[in-house]
Protein backbone atom coordinates (compact mmCIF):
# COMPACT_ATOMS: atom_id res chain seq x y z
CA UNK A 1 0.00 0.00 0.00
CA UNK A 2 1.69 3.35 -1.09
CA UNK A 3 1.42 5.90 1.19
CA UNK A 4 2.48 9.52 1.58
CA UNK A 5 3.17 11.42 4.67
CA UNK A 6 4.31 15.44 4.27
CA UNK A 7 5.50 18.07 6.93
CA UNK A 8 6.91 21.49 6.63
CA UNK A 9 5.78 24.82 8.75
CA UNK A 10 2.70 26.03 8.75
CA UNK A 11 2.83 29.50 9.45
CA UNK A 12 4.96 32.00 7.42
CA UNK A 13 5.63 35.93 7.30
CA UNK A 14 5.44 37.31 3.98
CA UNK A 15 8.64 37.41 1.66
CA UNK A 16 9.53 34.43 3.80
CA UNK A 17 10.08 30.73 1.50
CA UNK A 18 7.73 27.86 1.71
CA UNK A 19 9.21 24.56 2.46
CA UNK A 20 7.34 21.22 2.53
CA UNK A 21 9.04 17.54 2.14
CA UNK A 22 7.26 14.29 1.08
CA UNK A 23 8.32 10.60 1.92
CA UNK A 24 6.82 7.69 0.01
CA UNK A 25 6.24 4.55 1.79
CA UNK A 26 4.98 1.07 -0.09
CA UNK A 27 5.55 0.89 -3.56
CA UNK A 28 8.27 2.15 -6.52
CA UNK A 29 9.41 5.13 -6.26
CA UNK A 30 11.70 5.13 -9.16
CA UNK A 31 9.55 5.73 -12.78
CA UNK A 32 7.09 7.57 -11.68
CA UNK A 33 6.62 11.39 -11.19
CA UNK A 34 5.82 12.91 -8.08
CA UNK A 35 3.53 16.40 -7.78
CA UNK A 36 2.87 19.24 -5.24
CA UNK A 37 -0.71 20.71 -5.94
CA UNK A 38 -2.21 23.66 -3.60
CA UNK A 39 -5.62 24.23 -2.58
CA UNK A 40 -6.70 27.87 -0.68
CA UNK A 41 -9.35 27.93 1.59
CA UNK A 42 -12.95 27.71 0.13
CA UNK A 43 -11.39 27.96 -4.10
CA UNK A 44 -10.03 24.99 -6.35
CA UNK A 45 -6.89 23.12 -7.37
CA UNK A 46 -4.27 24.04 -8.57
CA UNK A 47 -1.13 22.29 -9.91
CA UNK A 48 2.20 23.64 -8.72
CA UNK A 49 4.74 20.79 -10.36
CA UNK A 50 6.39 17.26 -10.76
CA UNK A 51 9.37 15.77 -10.67
CA UNK A 52 10.69 12.51 -11.08
CA UNK A 53 13.42 10.26 -9.40
CA UNK A 54 15.98 11.67 -12.16
CA UNK A 55 15.21 14.91 -10.85
CA UNK A 56 13.25 15.95 -14.17
CA UNK A 57 10.74 18.76 -13.20
CA UNK A 58 8.44 20.75 -14.90
CA UNK A 59 6.47 23.36 -13.57
CA UNK A 60 3.41 25.76 -13.56
CA UNK A 61 4.08 28.37 -15.98
CA UNK A 62 2.87 30.91 -13.40
CA UNK A 63 4.23 29.59 -10.08
CA UNK A 64 7.70 28.96 -12.01
CA UNK A 65 10.20 31.71 -11.15
CA UNK A 66 9.61 30.80 -7.80
CA UNK A 67 9.07 26.99 -7.27
CA UNK A 68 11.71 24.42 -6.94
CA UNK A 69 10.98 20.75 -6.96
CA UNK A 70 13.77 18.29 -5.29
CA UNK A 71 13.86 14.58 -5.04
CA UNK A 72 15.72 12.62 -2.29
CA UNK A 73 16.16 8.99 -3.95
CA UNK A 74 18.13 7.62 -0.65
CA UNK A 75 15.28 8.71 1.10
CA UNK A 76 11.79 8.37 -0.97
CA UNK A 77 11.84 11.98 -0.30
CA UNK A 78 10.48 14.84 -2.88
CA UNK A 79 10.45 18.30 -1.21
CA UNK A 80 8.85 21.78 -2.40
CA UNK A 81 10.33 25.05 -2.05
CA UNK A 82 8.38 28.17 -2.65
CA UNK A 83 9.66 31.67 -2.33
CA UNK A 84 9.35 35.25 -1.88
CA UNK A 85 5.52 34.34 -0.44
CA UNK A 86 2.44 36.45 -0.08
CA UNK A 87 -1.12 35.99 1.25
CA UNK A 88 -2.14 34.74 -1.96
CA UNK A 89 0.03 31.53 -1.03
CA UNK A 90 -2.09 30.78 1.55
CA UNK A 91 -3.14 27.15 0.80
CA UNK A 92 -3.64 23.66 2.14
CA UNK A 93 -0.45 21.76 -0.01
CA UNK A 94 -0.78 18.50 -1.09
CA UNK A 95 1.44 16.02 -2.61
CA UNK A 96 0.73 13.04 -4.90
CA UNK A 97 1.58 10.44 -6.98
CA UNK A 98 1.93 10.94 -10.54
CA UNK A 99 2.57 9.72 -14.00
CA UNK A 100 4.34 6.10 -14.70
CA UNK A 101 6.76 5.91 -17.06
CA UNK A 102 8.87 3.03 -18.45
CA UNK A 103 11.11 2.43 -21.48
CA UNK A 104 10.37 5.97 -22.47
CA UNK A 105 6.41 6.02 -22.42
CA UNK A 106 4.35 7.55 -19.60
CA UNK A 107 0.97 6.40 -18.54
CA UNK A 108 -0.76 9.64 -17.16
CA UNK A 109 -3.56 7.50 -15.01
CA UNK A 110 -4.34 10.68 -12.73
CA UNK A 111 -3.68 11.10 -8.97
CA UNK A 112 -4.82 8.17 -7.09
CA UNK A 113 -2.53 8.45 -4.49
CA UNK A 114 -2.14 11.95 -2.12
CA UNK A 115 -0.60 13.17 0.89
CA UNK A 116 -2.77 14.15 4.04
CA UNK A 117 -2.39 17.90 3.40
CA UNK A 118 -0.68 20.92 5.15
CA UNK A 119 -1.83 24.13 6.10
CA UNK A 120 0.45 26.63 5.52
CA UNK A 121 -1.03 30.36 6.37
CA UNK A 122 1.41 33.77 4.97
CA UNK A 123 0.49 36.27 7.58
CA UNK A 124 2.63 38.99 9.08
CA UNK B 1 -9.67 31.97 -13.25
CA UNK B 2 -9.57 28.14 -13.29
CA UNK B 3 -8.04 27.30 -17.04
CA UNK B 4 -11.33 24.62 -17.37
CA UNK B 5 -14.40 25.82 -16.81
CA UNK B 6 -17.11 24.11 -14.74
CA UNK B 7 -20.40 25.04 -13.62
CA UNK B 8 -20.44 26.29 -10.13
CA UNK B 9 -23.14 24.24 -9.24
CA UNK B 10 -25.34 20.99 -9.74
CA UNK B 11 -27.96 19.46 -8.07
CA UNK B 12 -30.37 16.37 -8.09
CA UNK B 13 -32.31 14.08 -6.45
CA UNK B 14 -31.66 10.44 -4.97
CA UNK B 15 -31.60 8.06 -7.57
CA UNK B 16 -31.44 10.55 -10.54
CA UNK B 17 -28.59 10.99 -13.06
CA UNK B 18 -26.46 14.21 -12.72
CA UNK B 19 -24.06 15.09 -15.17
CA UNK B 20 -21.02 17.65 -14.87
CA UNK B 21 -19.25 19.41 -17.81
CA UNK B 22 -15.70 20.54 -18.29
CA UNK B 23 -14.77 22.90 -21.06
CA UNK B 24 -11.26 23.55 -22.07
CA UNK B 25 -9.43 24.15 -24.94
CA UNK B 26 -7.64 22.46 -27.92
CA UNK B 27 -4.63 22.84 -25.83
CA UNK B 28 -5.64 20.67 -23.32
CA UNK B 29 -9.17 19.06 -22.83
CA UNK B 30 -9.25 18.66 -26.58
CA UNK B 31 -6.11 17.71 -27.46
CA UNK B 32 -5.33 14.96 -25.20
CA UNK B 33 -7.33 11.60 -23.67
CA UNK B 34 -5.84 12.78 -20.18
CA UNK B 35 -8.96 14.06 -18.43
CA UNK B 36 -9.67 13.20 -14.32
CA UNK B 37 -12.08 13.66 -11.90
CA UNK B 38 -11.43 14.16 -8.74
CA UNK B 39 -14.31 13.99 -5.83
CA UNK B 40 -13.40 15.81 -2.89
CA UNK B 41 -15.44 15.95 0.33
CA UNK B 42 -14.83 18.96 3.15
CA UNK B 43 -11.67 18.63 5.07
CA UNK B 44 -10.67 15.24 2.95
CA UNK B 45 -7.67 15.00 0.46
CA UNK B 46 -9.17 14.65 -3.49
CA UNK B 47 -9.99 11.53 -4.86
CA UNK B 48 -9.02 10.32 -7.90
CA UNK B 49 -12.79 8.95 -9.64
CA UNK B 50 -12.04 8.91 -13.43
CA UNK B 51 -8.94 9.31 -15.54
CA UNK B 52 -7.73 8.83 -19.23
CA UNK B 53 -11.56 10.55 -19.81
CA UNK B 54 -13.34 7.42 -18.96
CA UNK B 55 -11.22 4.97 -16.35
CA UNK B 56 -12.34 4.31 -13.78
CA UNK B 57 -9.46 3.44 -10.47
CA UNK B 58 -10.44 -0.18 -8.88
CA UNK B 59 -12.97 0.44 -5.96
CA UNK B 60 -14.84 3.46 -7.76
CA UNK B 61 -18.56 2.74 -8.17
CA UNK B 62 -19.42 2.28 -11.38
CA UNK B 63 -22.27 4.94 -11.50
CA UNK B 64 -19.56 6.95 -12.01
CA UNK B 65 -18.51 8.02 -15.99
CA UNK B 66 -16.53 10.11 -17.61
CA UNK B 67 -16.58 10.97 -21.99
CA UNK B 68 -15.14 13.65 -23.90
CA UNK B 69 -16.32 15.72 -26.86
CA UNK B 70 -14.50 17.68 -28.55
CA UNK B 71 -12.80 20.49 -25.47
CA UNK B 72 -15.77 19.60 -23.63
CA UNK B 73 -15.39 16.40 -20.88
CA UNK B 74 -18.66 15.05 -18.66
CA UNK B 75 -18.56 13.21 -15.76
CA UNK B 76 -21.79 11.47 -15.22
CA UNK B 77 -22.99 10.13 -11.66
CA UNK B 78 -26.01 7.65 -11.91
CA UNK B 79 -28.34 6.36 -9.45
CA UNK B 80 -27.26 9.68 -6.92
CA UNK B 81 -26.69 8.63 -3.34
CA UNK B 82 -26.50 11.30 -0.62
CA UNK B 83 -22.87 10.71 -0.24
CA UNK B 84 -22.07 11.40 -3.46
CA UNK B 85 -22.75 15.08 -2.60
CA UNK B 86 -19.11 16.64 -3.10
CA UNK B 87 -16.98 19.12 -4.77
CA UNK B 88 -15.96 17.87 -8.13
CA UNK B 89 -12.69 18.56 -10.07
CA UNK B 90 -11.77 17.76 -13.60
CA UNK B 91 -7.90 18.11 -14.50
CA UNK B 92 -6.21 17.82 -18.00
CA UNK B 93 -2.66 17.47 -19.12
CA UNK B 94 -1.86 20.52 -21.28
CA UNK B 95 1.02 21.72 -23.70
CA UNK B 96 -0.08 24.86 -23.35
CA UNK B 97 3.44 27.03 -22.68
CA UNK B 98 5.39 23.88 -20.81
CA UNK B 99 3.69 20.44 -20.24
CA UNK B 100 1.70 20.55 -16.87
CA UNK B 101 -1.51 20.11 -15.50
CA UNK B 102 -4.78 22.61 -15.37
CA UNK B 103 -7.57 21.80 -12.76
CA UNK B 104 -11.37 23.11 -13.00
CA UNK B 105 -12.91 25.38 -10.76
CA UNK B 106 -14.83 22.75 -9.05
CA UNK B 107 -18.58 21.94 -9.25
CA UNK B 108 -20.30 21.65 -5.86
CA UNK B 109 -23.07 18.80 -6.20
CA UNK B 110 -25.93 18.98 -3.82
CA UNK B 111 -28.08 15.76 -3.41
CA UNK B 112 -31.71 17.25 -2.78
Known amino acids: QVQLQQWGAGLLKPSETLSLTCAVY????????WSWIRQPPGKGLEWIGE???????NYNPSLKSRVTISVDTSKNQFSLKLSSVTAADTAVYYCARGAYCTNGVCYLLGYFYWGQGTLVTVSS | QSALTQPASVSGSPGQSITISCTGTSSDVGGYNYVSWYQQHPGKAPKLMIYDVSNRPSGVSNRFSGSKSGNTASLTISGLQAEDEADYYCSSYTSSSTPHWVFGGGTKLTVL
Open chain 1, 51 to 57: INHSGST
Open chain 1, 26 to 33: GGSFSGYY
